[in-house]
């Protein structure tokens, strides 16, 4: 299995996490992920996609590397699909008028922040009922639509580890789990703020190393606990992103600080503990991750840019020696490592077309010009994700809005190729018990289907649903897949879910996501919100535009830089085919997005505000060109290879002028908008939305005092500051009540009568 070299194990209303290995390479291939972690109401670990945070209440799975990873209904690892900039403004300058400045800033700011704050608290009244009926709601489908397959777990032997209520157990494979003796207790420990992250359990299963954070810091805490009749805690390692038992007593560590990380240490659990640096990256656009190999033989070192990557091994059976270089990096090459059996087997970008091909080669001889091709994607392909056995690998693709899944046998050298159910829109992989396995498991899933689990039988090379639990069927929801031509004449993929009793369609709500950044996929998992709406007779469309990853890389790279336009032209024939065609009109039409989507989703809004009545947004980033011009921010630099960099370049900067959302703000008739912004986000600087925000409300006032028509309209511009939570994690009750105004919100713009109450005529 390979893991995201840049992801944030840490992914809700569109999509960040950091991920663990268990769920194979899908953040490998789509980069810089976080997703939202949070506890349910029974304190179970949770991961939640950024366009919605309602998620079920389960537990977390242990893989057989000792890695833990949410067992969810959304997709591994992605916000808020993104934006990561720190809103930390970097170190002090000298400079007096600088000071004096800096003072005037942090006073404006101070002042914007109690103004927007005591804003909220006058309107929040009017949304208070819907909100409230909206949470029954949800959490009534919530425990509909709830399952289990059982507490994951992993097996050493006669040995099984697994995780529960922020604790972690270890039972014998026959015993009954209420047997299993406690190992740790995050609330035992002090840390009842915390949620486990990662689990890792040493080779000889004499350490386990967790990795605990809490959901207003970006930084984790690996704590490593002596395992034995009385467990004690070992070390306390602070600023931790990711770590691997490189052998018994060995462990290798990556440090984090103000969101990057660019430092490898190794520290021992000898007679003699001792811990020393063994990598250093110096390139500020490259995040360095570890990783153990499916077959434990190796450590790798991943050091990835958005753009290219460079990987070091680590031999696990000499765990002192200095890592070797697999392929040194080179401009627009990715590569990521597996090994079995003596040989690197190698995902890579390198090679014409520019898309991911599965290659190989000797591990004593691993440069580029000994790789050899093992399976190449077909045109238009997406891997989504790629899990390594000992005599198969099996990859999950995208084609056309469908997915499929493709096993390849090392021994026959024959590729089986199976088309998953139509009705399917995303994956998740479940934890292996060993490589070396006979039979994949994996669970399917829609916005509006609950997760169904399914098995793939090498042996037989068949598909088995498996029936362990009922879940219920969705049976009045039709899924429609369209194509809207671009400004370019490109074919751009729309998926559509809406109600099959519904009529009229022309007048039903319509509810439009989108996000095109990153190569991110819009998050397509299981939602009880998104299930709510469809019974409510909302339809839901999902525009696959350009900057995402839905078409393979090629899709991303036309969106992204001086492309990022295309974007927008895509979202805009969307919106208009599905109009045409009878889904919904205008007035009753709405856009959902999130982190870097909000900025597709803002420069709609200051193009053709007319095909929309009201967006949400959480999280966004709206202030593309302030903040790209300044590189004390601690990820500018790197994330110029999405955006450009409009320091070095008057053609870059125009360019991002001409979309960026706050740019672009002119007075006229806007949509009204819903944004949820957070205090502690590190990701997407509060003061830029806060900017953005009182431009935009100017603009409209300025608009509705120049025209004097009656029965002129002025939009309501709501920002909502949580001083909770942060870019990547909420509570559960933090994120279900979000959801709940943002619904309330969207129901009070469209007019949409369904949860109100009916004392009074809907307008």
Known sequence: MIRNLQCLEISGY??????????????????????????????????????????????????????????RTLPPGSILPWR?????????????????????????????LKSEQENWNDISARYKAMTKRIKEKLEELHNKCTFSLGSPRI????????????????????????????????????????????????????????????????????????????????????????????????LYYTSQKNLKCQNVFMTTFTNQK??????????????????????RRFLTINSNSKTSSEVWLIDCRHPFKSPVLVQARTKG?????????????ILTTYGEPAEYKLMKAPVAASGKENWQLVYALEKKTKLVDLEMFSDHCIMFLKNAGHLYLNAISFFSHSVQSIKLPTWACEFELESQPEHTTSTCYFQLTSPVHPPKRFAYSFKENNLIEQAVQEVPIITNCHTTRLLAKSKDETLVPITVFHNMNSKELHRKPLLVHVYGAYGVDLNMSFKEDKLMLIEEGWILAYCHVRGGGELGLSWHKDGCQHNKLKGLHDLKACI???HELGFSQPKYTALAAASAGGILAGALCNSAPELIRAMVLQAPFVDVLNTMMKTHLPLTIEEQEEWGNPLADEKCMKYIKSYCPYQNIKPQCYPSVFITAYENDQRVPLTGVLRYVRKLRKAALDHASRTSEKGNWVPNIILDIQASGSHCDSSWEDSLNEVARHLAFLNKELEVCHLQHHSKPCK
């Open 576 to 578: 208009m085919l599905l």
């Open 333 to 345: 090459v990715i590569y990521h490592v597996e090994h079995r059996n003596d040989e690197l087997y």
């Open 14 to 71: 569109q999509e960040m996490k950091v991920r663990t290995s268990c769920a194979g390479l899908r953040n490998l291939l789509q980069g810089l992920r976080c997703s939202v972690r949070y506890y349910s109401k029974h304190s179970c670990l949770q991961t939640v996609c950024v366009y919605s945070k309602i998620k079920p209440k389960q537990c977390c799975i242990l893989d057989c590397a000792g890695s833990t990873c949410t067992h």
């Open 274 to 295: 001792h811990t020393k640096l063994v990598y250093t990256e110096h390139d500020a656009r490259f995040f360095v991750d570890i990783y153990c190999t499916k077959d």
């Open 84 to 112: 990561c900039f720190s809103c930390k403004e970097g170190t002090k300058i000298p400079s007096k008028r600088k000071q004096n400045a800096s003072i005037t800033s942090d006073l404006l700011y101070k002042n914007l």
């Open 155 to 250: 097996r050493f032997g006669e040995n099984v580890y697994f995780e529960e209520n922020g604790c972690v157990f270890l039972s014998k494979a026959d015993d009954d789990e209420e047997n299993g003796d406690m190992l740790f207790s995050t609330e035992d420990l002090g840390f009842s703020d915390a949620f486990i992250q990662r689990i890792r359990i040493s080779p000889d299963q004499r350490y386990m190393a967790i990795s605990l954070k809490s959901e207003n810091s970006e930084e984790a805490t690996c704590v490593i606990i002596k395992l034995g009749h009385f467990p004690v805690v070992e070390k306390v390692i602070p600023s931790v992103f990711s770590f691997e038992w490189a052998a018994n007593d060995v």
